[in-house]
């Protein structure tokens, strides 16, 4: 098989092109010039460069940003005139549709198709969601005891610190940057070291839109070293942190050192229950996507099947005839469904994980080895069975295409089995019993729970997780309310005011 050169298919140009930071509406090299390569997961080759940050640029940054707060050129701006602007970017994301999906899936490894009708449409959508709550921004007056009048301001929280993993950049860098804006935040954005490239269009994107200087700004580096400063730098008073359970756990502690705000969205192992009563056909379908979808590397994938015990070797031969024909490889090819991992690290720990549940007896009904591809981080879709629910495999989170299957008796037995690990992030109810799914789907542990489907993401409807999956929301009014804080202003009504 020939993979297309990726390195073709995404031609920038000007400043950003080069991979320089964006800092006070400014692109400009790291303060000691130092670079660091962009490889593509399809071929393992370097595709380009974009600098490497040292903490002086991100103190530059968080400088930028504070000054621009301070300045209330954007936080004192009506919240109409906001919404202008990012309408104004939603339109100019809708413009550079191709370019945005281009990036994604040379940096990622996506699969085209999705990556263009998927991350951009979804990030896009955000940026237009967000702008129509800024025509609604308003407080409230309260009903009080006394002589007294109050009110209730939302106001902007300061200079956030936005900080995103590698498999969805795009979404989830807008996730944050839409909501933060339309409150009248300032950001400084550290995306993923492996995927930098669409955080640099973004910016590219905003500052066109009308977006003062120093209001966004991008720093791209080491997760380790930047990322751990920009958290606990002084002047950032809010974090926003998608990523790991580990080290969401490790940044919430340093946040906590000053007491920001933290809101995270962390690591997930969802549960798919997949009930007798359900239509097969339907079933099976949402069972590949849920754990197939981004090679598997989807916080809220569906990696765990738990299927009622008559159907356990009908699925399982459903899924060993169906998975070899889901299209896989070229993330160039338009019809492929699924590519290969984001690096080189992701596909040892994906293959590693298997190879111990081999060991450990557990039965391989499909998959179960690399593929070696174009020299790319291939591995092919592996479904496994007769799993204890001790197995690590089962209790940790592989963030690969690999899906355990395990057995049920009960509508109890189910969801203890759901809730057995310590995430909390997403679930799924296979059904066609409405009250069964209404039932269950009110004792998953979960922020989100899908019946009859997976994945089913919208900019209205908030998601996020609970127990090892973290706290607080992406998307809806309640992102926006998590980059507010509330100020009351209240009237001793006896004294007056003078004229």
């Known amino acids: 098989m020939t993979l297309t050169d990726p390195a073709s298919t995404v031609a920038g140009t000007g400043e950003r092109a080069r991979g320089r930071l964006f800092i006070g509406g400014i692109w400009r090299d790291a303060s000691d010039g130092a670079v ?14 974009v600098a490497r940050a040292t903490t002086a640029d991100v103190d530059d940054a968080v400088a930028a940003a504070r000054a621009a707060f301070d300045s209330g050129a954007w936080s004192r701006l009506s919240s109409r005139e ?12 809708r413009e550079r549709t191709e370019e945005l999906a281009q990036a994604e899936s040379l940096d990622v490894g996506k699969p085209i198709t999705f990556a263009r009708i998927v991350d951009v449409n979804n990030a896009a959508e955000l940026y237009e969601f967000y702008a129509s709550l800024g025509h609604h921004l308003d407080g409230d007056v309260r009903e009080t005891t006394g ?17 995103t993993p590698f498999n969805f950049p795009l979404i989830l860098s807008s996730s944050k940057i839409a909501p933060a804006l339309i409150a009248g935040n300032t950001i400084v954005h550290k995306p993923a070291s492996d995927t930098p490239l669409s955080a640099l269009i973004i910016a590219d994107i905003l500052q066109e839109a009308g977006v003062p200087d120093g209001v ?14 920009l958290v606990g730098h002084p002047d950032v008073d809010k974090v926003a942190f998608t990523g790991s359970t580990e080290i969401g756990a490790h940044a919430a502690a340093i946040a906590g050192r000053t007491l920001k705000p933290f809101t995270a969205e962390l690591g997930g192992n969802a549960a798919n229950i997949l009930f007798a009563d359900a239509d097969l056909n339907a079933a099976i379908n949402t069972v590949i996507s849920a754990f197939v979808f ?27 005839d169906a998975l070899p024909h889901v299209p896989f490889g070229d993330p160039a090819d338009e019809g492929t469904v699924i590519g290969p991992l984001a690096s080189a690290n992701q596909l040892e720990k994906v293959a590693a994980m298997v190879d111990r549940a081999r060991a450990a007896g557990a039965r391989i009904v499909t998959g179960g080895e690399r593929a070696e591809l174009g020299g790319g981080f291939f591995y092919r879709p592996t479904v496994i069975a007769d799993v204890p629910n001790d197995a690590e495999v089962v209790a940790e989170e592989v963030f690969g295409p690999v899906l355990t299957v395990q057995a049920f008796d009960t509508e109890e037995e189910a969801i203890a089995l759901a809730n057995s690990t310590p995430y909390g992030l997403a679930s799924g109810i296979q059904t066609a019993d409405l009250a069964k799914a209404h039932r269950v789907a009110a004792r998953l542990d979960a922020g989100i729970t ?36 509330t100020h009351s202003i209240v009237f001793n009504l006896e004294t007056g005011a003078s004229a």
């Open 216 to 229: 966004f700004n991008v720093v791209t580096g080491p997760g380790a070293a930047l990322g751990d400063h």
């Open 147 to 163: 002589n007294t009048h109050a009110y209730v301001k939302r106001e902007p929280i300061g200079v956030v610190a936005a900080i």
């Open 450 to 485: 899908w019946v009859n489907g997976w994945a089913l993401l919208d900019p209205s409807v908030p998601f996020g997780g609970v127990k090892a999956s973290g706290w607080g929301r992406e998307n809806g009014p309640e992102a926006m309310a998590s980059y507010q804080r």
């Open 82 to 93: 906001r919404a202008r602007i990012l309408q104004r970017a939603y339109a100019l994301m």
């Open 294 to 320: 981004n090679s598997g590397q989807f916080c809220m994938a569906g990696p765990r099947l738990l299927v009622e015990r008559p159907l356990y070797e009908t699925v399982l031969g459903t899924l060993a």
């Open 36 to 49: 660091m390569d962009v490889i593509s997961p399809a071929t393992g080759r370097k595709v380009g460069e």
